[in-house]
C-alpha cells in the first residue's frame, strides 16, 4: 500500500524542487550583497605610483609631490589601471582653456569655410552663371542711378525757375510760399545728391566682392577642395543673398557708374 505521505513518490523528492528554489535565491542575494564589498575591496587595494627624485613612490591615495606629474593607478594584482595625468595649476588650466577655445573656433571656422565654399560652387557653377548674376545686378544699378539722376535734372529745372521768380524781389523779403519752394526745393536736392553718393560706395563693394569671388571661385573650379583657401574677405554670403541697397537699390557691381549732377 502506498504511504499517503508520498502520493507517486516520497515525501522528501516531493520537496526537493522548493529548495533548490530556495537554495538559488539564497546564494544569488549572497552574491549580491557580497559584490559591492568586493569592488570596495578591489578599489582600496588600488594603489598610486610616481617617482620622486628618481625613486618610485607607492601610496594608497593621490601623492601630494607628484601632483605636476603623472601618476598610475595599479590594480590590487599590480597591473595598470590608469595614467592620472598631473595637476594643472590656475595659470596652466587658463592656458589650456585658452587653446581649447582657439581649437575649437578653428574647427568651427574650418567648417563655415567648407560650407560657404560648397553653397558658392553650387550657386555658380560655372564663370558664365556668375558673369550672368553680375550683369543683372549691374543693369539693376544703372537702372536706379538713371532714375535718381532724372529726379535731380528736374529739381534744378524747378529750382532755376524758382530762382528767376526771386529775382523780382531784390533786396526784399520773398514771399513766403517761394520762400518755402526754395527751401524744400533744396532739401530734397541734397538728399538726392547724398544717396548718389551712397549707391557709388555701395557700387564700389559689391564690385570687389564680385571680383574678389570670382577669383575664389576659379581656384575651386579648378579642384581646390572646399574650405583649403580660408576665410572669404568680405561679405561671405554677398552671393547668395546681396544686402539690400539704399532707397529701391538692389546689389549690384558697375565699376564706372558716375553722375554727372551738379
Not at 14 to 24: G, V
Not at 83 to 94: D, G, Y
Not at 213 to 240: I, M, V
Request: hydrophobic letters at 35%; a positive charge; one cysteine or more.
Amino acid at each position: 500500500m502506498l504511504s499517503p505521505l508520498t502520493g507517486n513518490g516520497t515525501a522528501s523528492e516531493n520537496a526537493r524542487p522548493s529548495s533548490r528554489l530556495i537554495l538559488l535565491v539564497a546564494t544569488g542575494l549572497t552574491l549580491a550583497l557580497a559584490l559591492p564589498a568586493i569592488a570596495a575591496d578591489n578599489d582600496k587595494a588600488r594603489i598610486y605610483r610616481c617617482e620622486v627624485d628618481g625613486k618610485k613612490v607607492t601610496r594608497d591615495r593621490p601623492i601630494i609631490e607628484c601632483r605636476d606629474k603623472v601618476q598610475y593607478l595599479l590594480n590590487a594584482d599590480g597591473s595598470l589601471n590608469r595614467e592620472i595625468p598631473p595637476t594643472l595649476t590656475v595659470e596652466e588650466r587658463e592656458k589650456q582653456e585658452q587653446a581649447d577655445l582657439a581649437r575649437q573656433s578653428r574647427e568651427a571656422q574650418l567648417k563655415q569655410d567648407i560650407r560657404g565654399d560648397r553653397n558658392l560652387k553650387q550657386l555658380y557653377p560655372n564663370e558664365a552663371a556668375h558673369k550672368k548674376a553680375r550683369d543683372t545686378a549691374l543693369d539693376e544699378v544703372r537702372a536706379s542711378v538713371k532714375s535718381l539722376e532724372t529726379s535731380i535734372e528736374a529739381l534744378v529745372v524747378d529750382r532755376k525757375k524758382l530762382l528767376d521768380e526771386a529775382e523780382f524781389y531784390p533786396n526784399k523779403p520773398l514771399p513766403t510760399k517761394l520762400k518755402s519752394s526754395l527751401e524744400a526745393n533744396e532739401v530734397t536736392l541734397k538728399a538726392k545728391r547724398d544717396l548718389v553718393e551712397k549707391q557709388q560706395s555701395e557700387v564700389m563693394r559689391i564690385t570687389n566682392n564680385y571680383d574678389v569671388e570670382l577669383a575664389r571661385l576659379r581656384k575651386l573650379w579648378a579642384g581646390a577642395p572646399a574650405g583649403s583657401l580660408g576665410p572669404l574677405p568680405g561679405t561671405q554670403q554677398a552671393a547668395a543673398a546681396p544686402a539690400p541697397a539704399p532707397a529701391g537699390l538692389t546689389a549690384g557691381t558697375p565699376a564706372a557708374v558716375k553722375t554727372t549732377v551738379k
